[in-house]
Structure formats: structure tokens, C-alpha cells
């Protein structure tokens, strides 16, 4: 900036174009004209004041006018007494110096009275046309001085640039009338002699004959190479580009004409100014109240200065400062805002309007990177990555009901489980009658007593085909025909299904292979379910999770019982203003028109609003802080689904800044050294107060009740029972003689 505007006004001043913004003119109307018609080429917007006719009251006006519209580049055109008095003013009034930068514009600047205004290291750059290093130069200013010894009682000054501008011109006109002379050509005769005040005015004879004259001149002045063109302008000179140092006005470059603007500071001249004004100069590093990256001590009351504040940024920047090397002073923003431009007033407000607007140095906080700011500030590396999120209460446990021992299936899994029980036991009936392996007959007591024979059972049909005729051969022979019954009825085939469901078997079991068969595959698939029904069941007994309303920010958008908004005047809000995605877009439109006003003023209000609305307003913030809110008590917040954009914290400084690099530097050390990750986890986890998830989960007690079921002893489990049989294998029916009943009986 400094350079390309010191290049810029000394090629305006040899018919290039300039790099400027405002100027104040009290004389040179015609570079004032140059500088309006480019203005007016490049949409610039200049400022012209005339300053002879201010007064000291009107020019401390001027200054604030100045300050309050922000415009930080300024030319001043004047003599050397004006300028020394204006100079002086603003050394008094101590304003409208940080991030200014002044272009005096006439040619002495080595002229001018620095002693008050070097005590403010202003940004100034001017021209010097007189070299005060030339031996010719230095010739003529020990005579001036002796000269000037003789008829002035004050203290001797060296000859200034319009001094040397008028010895040179009195030099020219005598190398002129010289040239006139060895040419013959006599001047001093008489003619027709001029009327001044002549309407047209009429030329003077011999004027063309001085003028051709002059054109010849070339020779080395106090000012440097003298020479003109045919159109009388000089040409061919070189002007030194000067700025103001801690020591004093300084040599930073030269223009010509032919070269343009050079740069020839040396480097160590630079570095020594550098450091000089980094180790003489307490910076202001602004910072936001915002825990936990900037909070105020318990006991604050008991420091002063930078010790009354704690916090992850208030760590930051004393790391970085150790690490530069620059004394600092912490100074929280008036406004408690982040920043952003006033659509109106095009003002920046907030920490960024401080850096804008020369009110700090250095912005340590949770400042987000956008396009927007970095076209007026600049940002270091991220020192932390996140981005925007989701905040909401945290949903209320519902208490346990009769039936919570169902959650852990699906309620359409219940359904079929049921569906498949009654079909199965259906099935089971069917293929029992359609078996005769499933038939079996009750025999007579006086049978039992005899005792069982080994044989087959015969068809129902065929005994009593044989029966029949054995009761015509021989009536003493009829006996008594068994009636034949099936265990596998509809409630049997039931009770069965339900043992195995259950796994605790049952008194009966199938004979046959197609009984066996829908039996199996009833065992495999209750098998299947059972193992799956404990694993959930030891989950859901282990951690209680909490359903959100909402789990994104499509949730948000497709429904309006649920409001949402973000901080007023933070890059959140104007993540969304200028977002093209149409969720984002549709979100916007809602917080912009909605009644009343979704927005808070800060972190701290958007949070107690999220708390006292009973989830029906959700906060959108950076994911780190979101985070952090959750770690702390009464721990009733949560964030929810994944972030909506990817961003970065970072380090700010004004445009030009010369702790830019450093800083960068800094942030980059410390991110490679861990200490930004430590920083992170002492103040986000280690000083949690939610454990680990925030609160999300809860581990059950073994002796926190459940009820419906869910939390049960199991003394054992009865063993598997075989079907009681007789040697040849069939079952046995007897008759319990106590009851008159008849069962099957089983043997182990």
C-alpha cells in the first residue's frame, strides 16, 4: 500500500495514473484537476477541501469528519508552512494516524517538522527533489548558511527546495541569455514594445527567441538534471521517495520517467524499523466475552490487565505474543459484537470495525474467516476448525410403561412374530390329523394291568374290521376296542408353540416327520429371535438413548412448530443470507420474516432460549461452541445431526499490518507443537461438567427397576423332558388311580 501509493502520486504528478482516495489542496489547481478526471475515469470517490480557508476549528472538524468516514488515504498539497501547521495539529489532536496514510505532495519533504509527529510513527510518505547528499548541493548550503549567518540573529537553516528551485531557475535564465549571446542574437534592442493588458494579448517579439533558449538549457542543478522539452516542461529529473522511520524522514525509492517508481530500501532498514516497533509499542489485541475462549476470572476484581481474564483466546494470545515477541493489551470489544457492514451506513461494526478503523491491532477470539471480512482485514491461518451446527434442548426421558419390554423389536416385527405363532400353530394342527403316526388309543384297565405287548399299532379301521368278525366266531372273545385320541388339537398345537417360543419345551411333542419338520423350523426361528431380543434387550438395560425431534437442518426447514434463528450480526447470520442451496435458502426466508425475531444478540441469549423454550426453538452456532454448551451443567442441551458448512477460526489483523506474518507464523508453530489441541481439550473436556457424551446416554444401575419384565431373575431353566416308552419303544398310557384321569407320562 505504501509503496504502490508513493509510486502511484509521483507517477500523477509526470502524467501516470494514481493510487489514491482523498485529497486536501490549497494550492495546484491543476493537480487537483489531474486527480478528478482519473478519479472520474476509475469511479473513484474523491474529497477535495481547500484548506486556505479553514480555520483551526474547521480543520479539527475536517479531521473528524475524516475519522468518522472511514477514509484512510489522503494527499495534502500546500506550502511548507501550512504543511508544518497542519502536521503539528494532528500531532496535538493524536487522531487520524493509525492505518492512515498521508502523501505529502510537494518536493521537500527532508523541509518539513517531523519532532512531534514522530512520537506517533504515523504512515507517511512524501517527495524529496533536493539531494542533500551532493557535493554541489552541499556547497551551496554551507555558503547559504554563512550568508544567513550575517543578516538573521535566529539559528542557521539549510537551504529548502524552494530555495534550490529558485537558484536553479536563475541559473537557467543566465545559461539562456548565455546561449542568446554566443547566437548574436540581441534582445535588448527595442521594438515594438508588449501591452500587457491587451485584449487579444499580443506576444513580444524577442519572446520566441527565449524560448528556443531555454530549450537548449542542460545542466546539473541543485534539484538534479535540468533539461525541457518543446512544450517547456522539464524532463529528464529524478525525484526521491520518502517515508517517515522512527529516526526520521528516510529514503525508500526514486522515480523517473524512464524507470517509473524503484524500491530501493535496504532490508536491514526495514527489519530495524520492524522490530523497532514491535519492542517499543504496546499493541491492543480486541477480544469478545465468550466462554470459554474469553471469560473473566472468578476473583477478577483482584488483577489488573491482562490477568483478570482466563480462557482458551486469552491462553492464544499469550502464546503468540511469547512467540512474536510484542508486548499486548488485552481490551474487550465495546459493542459485544463480532463484526459485520451495516447495509446502510456501510459501517463495520464489532471486533472487525475496531481493526478496520484503527482502534486495535490484533483481534484474538472466535472471529470466523469469510470473503467478506478478508477483503478488509486479514486473518492468519485457522488456529480451529469447525462449523455451523444444531442446538436444541435436550429431549425429557419418558418413564418406562408396562409394555417398554417390547422396544427393543420394532413393533411390526411383534406383529409378525405373532402372525407366525398362530400360522405355525395352525400348520401343526393340520399335518397332526392328517398323520396317523399322531393317532393313538386309550387301552382298557384290565389290559394295564396285564401289561404292555410289543407289537404294531394297527389302523383304526382294520381293528374294528377284525373285532367285528372274531365277535360273530366266538362271542367269549369280544373285547373292548381303544379309543383313539391326538394330542396335537388347536390349543395343544398352541401351548406347543408358545414352550418353544418361549424356550421351556412342553409334555408333548410330534411324531411324525411333517410335525417334526414345521417344529424344527418353528425351533430355528425362535432360535434367531430370542438371540436377537437379548442383545437389544442388554443394550436398551445398558444406555437410554433419547430420540430427537429433529436430526438435521431438513428437519428444520420442512416444519414450523419448531423456530430456529442465530446471532445477529455474526458470519452465521451471513452464512445463510448469501447461501444458494435451496434448504439454507428456505431456512433464511423463515428467520428473516418470522414474528418475533428469531435473532439474538449473543451466544449467551440464543443459549437461555434454547433452555426456556421447551424444545420448540433451536440455536444454530459453530459446532464449538455448541459442543462446549453441551459439557456444561445444567447439561439440558444437545447438538444434533452433522454441521452444515466447513470454516475456520482465525487470528486478525488490519490490511497491511505488519504483524501479519508473524502471527501467521506464530499459529502455525503452535499447531504443529499440539498446544492448540491441548488448549482445546483443557478447556472443552477436562473442565467438562457432563461426562463423557455431554449427557446423551446413561448408563442403568443392576438395581434400577424396570418394569413390564425387562429386569427379572432367572433361577434356572427345566430341563428337557423325553416322552416316557415301553421297551419297544411306543408310549404308555396309564390311569392316575387317585384322580381317574389319563395322561402321558415321561421318563427320563
Known amino acids: 500500500m505504501r509503496r504502490s501509493c508513493s509510486s502511484g502520486f509521483a507517477e500523477l504528478r509526470a502524467g501516470g495514473p494514481p493510487c ?22 476509475l469511479t473513484w470517490q474523491v474529497t477535495s477541501v481547500n484548506l486556505d480557508t479553514l480555520t483551526e476549528t474547521a480543520f479539527v472538524k475536517l479531521l473528524a469528519d475524516l475519522d468518522f468516514k472511514k477514509e484512510f488515504q489522503i494527499i495534502i498539497d500546500c506550502e511548507l508552512e501550512k504543511m508544518n501547521y497542519i502536521l503539528n495539529l494532528m500531532a496535538q489532536q493524536k487522531r487520524n494516524l493509525k492505518n492512515y496514510h498521508y502523501i505529502l505532495a510537494n518536493q521537500g519533504f527532508m523541509d518539513l517538522n517531523f519532532t512531534e509527529l514522530l512520537k506517533l510513527t504515523p504512515n507517511v510518505t512524501g517527495f524529496q527533489l533536493v539531494n542533500h547528499s551532493d557535493a554541489n548541493v552541499e556547497r551551496v548550503n554551507q555558503e547559504w548558511m554563512v550568508f544567513d549567518a550575517k543578516d538573521s540573529r535566529g539559528p542557521r537553516k539549510r537551504l529548502k527546495y524552494t530555495g534550490a528551485l529558485t537558484y536553479d531557475g536563475v541559473a537557467v535564465m543566465a545559461a539562456a541569455f548565455q546561449y542568446l549571446r554566443r547566437q548574436r542574437i540581441d534582445i535588448s534592442r527595442r521594438g515594438n514594445a508588449g501591452e500587457c493588458l491587451a485584449n487579444p494579448p499580443s506576444p513580444w517579439g524577442q519572446g520566441i527567441d527565449i524560448q528556443r533558449a531555454l530549450q537548449q538549457v542542460q545542466m546539473e ?9 518543446e512544450h517547456g516542461q522539464r524532463t529528464n529529473y529524478t525525484l526521491m521517495v520518502m517515508e517517515l522511520s522512527h529516526t526520521g524522514p528516510r529514503k525508500i525509492g526514486y522515480w523517473n520517467a524512464r524507470r517509473g517508481y524503484v524500491y530501493t530500501a535496504n532490508y536491514r532498514s526495514v527489519v530495524d524499523d520492524y522490530f523497532y516497533g514491535l519492542l517499543n509499542r504496546t499493541y491492543v489485541v480486541t477480544t469478545i466475552l465468550e466462554p470459554p475462549y474469553m471469560m473473566l476470572k472468578k476473583n477478577h476484581e483482584q488483577f489488573v490487565g491482562n490477568e483478570r481474564y482466563e480462557g482458551y483466546c486469552a491462553e492464544l494470545a499469550s502464546e503468540i505474543a511469547k512467540h512474536v515477541g510484542f508486548s499486548y493489551r488485552l481490551e474487550v470489544v465495546s459493542d459485544g459484537k463480532y463484526g459485520a457492514r451495516d447495509s446502510e451506513t456501510k459501517l463495520w461494526n464489532g471486533m472487525v470495525g475496531e481493526l478496520v478503523y484503527g482502534q486495535a491491532d490484533v483481534a484474538v477470539a472466535p472471529l470466523t474467516i469469510t470473503l467478506v471480512r478478508e477483503q478488509v482485514i486479514d486473518f492468519s491461518k485457522p488456529f480451529m476448525s469447525l462449523g455451523i451446527s444444531i442446538m436444541i434442548k435436550k429431549p425429557t426421558k419418558s418413564k418406562p410403561g408396562v409394555f417398554s419390554f417390547l422396544d427393543p423389536l420394532a413393533y411390526e416385527i411383534w406383529m409378525c412374530i405373532v402372525f407366525a405363532y398362530i400360522g405355525v400353530s395352525v400348520v401343526l394342527f393340520l399335518v397332526s390329523r392328517f398323520s396317523p403316526y399322531e393317532w393313538k388309543g386309550e387301552e382298557s384297565e384290565e389290559e394295564e394291568e396285564e401289561g404292555p405287548e410289543c407289537g404294531t399299532r394297527r389302523p383304526p379301521s382294520k381293528d374294528k374290521e377284525q373285532n367285528g368278525n372274531d365277535a360273530e366266531q366266538n362271542p367269549d372273545a369280544q373285547r373292548e376296542e381303544p379309543e383313539y385320541t391326538n394330542d396335537f388339537g388347536i390349543f395343544n398345537s398352541l401351548w406347543f408353540s408358545l414352550g418353544a417360543f418361549m424356550q421351556q419345551g412342553c409334555d408333548i411333542s410330534p411324531r411324525s416327520l411333517s410335525g417334526r419338520i414345521v417344529g424344527g423350523v418353528w425351533w430355528f426361528f425362535t432360535l434367531i429371535i430370542i438371540s436377537s431380543y437379548t442383545a437389544n434387550l442388554a443394550a436398551f438395560l445398558t444406555v437410554e438413548r433419547m430420540v430427537s425431534p429433529i436430526e438435521g437442518a431438513e428437519d428444520l426447514a420442512k416444519q414450523t412448530e419448531i423456530t430456529y434463528g442465530t446471532l445477529d450480526g455474526g458470519s452465521t447470520k451471513e452464512f445463510f443470507r448469501r447461501s444458494k442451496i435451496a434448504v439454507f435458502e428456505k431456512m433464511w426466508s423463515y428467520m428473516r420474516s418470522a414474528e418475533p425475531s428469531v435473532f439474538v444478540k449473543n451466544t449467551n441469549e440464543g443459549v437461555i432460549r434454547v433452555r426456556k423454550s421447551k424444545g420448540k426453538y433451536a440455536y444454530l452456532l459453530e459446532s464449538a461452541m455448541n459442543e462446549y454448551i453441551e459439557q456444561r451443567k445444567p447439561c439440558d442441551t444437545m447438538k444434533v ?10 487470528v486478525a489483523t488490519p490490511k497491511g499490518s505488519p504483524l501479519r506474518n508473524p502471527v501467521n507464523l506464530a499459529v502455525l508453530k503452535l499447531n504443529e507443537q499440539g498446544l492448540l489441541d491441548k488448549l482445546k481439550n483443557r478447556w472443552w473436556y477436562d473442565k467438562g461438567e457432563c461426562g463423557i457424551g455431554g449427557g446423551d446416554t446413561k448408563v442403568s444401575s443392576p438395581n434400577t427397576p424396570q418394569p413390564g419384565g425387562q429386569q427379572r431373575a432367572q433361577e434356572g431353566r427345566t430341563a428337557s423332558r423325553g416322552r416316557r416308552r415301553d421297551p419297544c419303544g411306543r408310549s404308555l398310557v396309564y390311569k392316575h388311580w387317585d384322580t381317574g384321569t389319563t395322561r402321558n407320562s415321561d421318563w427320563i
Not at 641 to 650: A, E, F, M, Q, V
Request: net charge negative.
Open 221 to 229: 542543478g541543485l534539484s538534479g538534471h535540468i533539461q525541457f522539452n
Open 20 to 41: 489514491f482516495s482523498n485529497s486536501l489542496v490549497s494550492s495546484g489547481l491543476g493537480v487537483l484537476q489531474r486527480i478528478l478526471d482519473t478519479a472520474a475515469e
Open 641 to 650: 445431526g452433522g454441521n452444515l458448512d466447513s470454516k475456520g477460526y482465525g
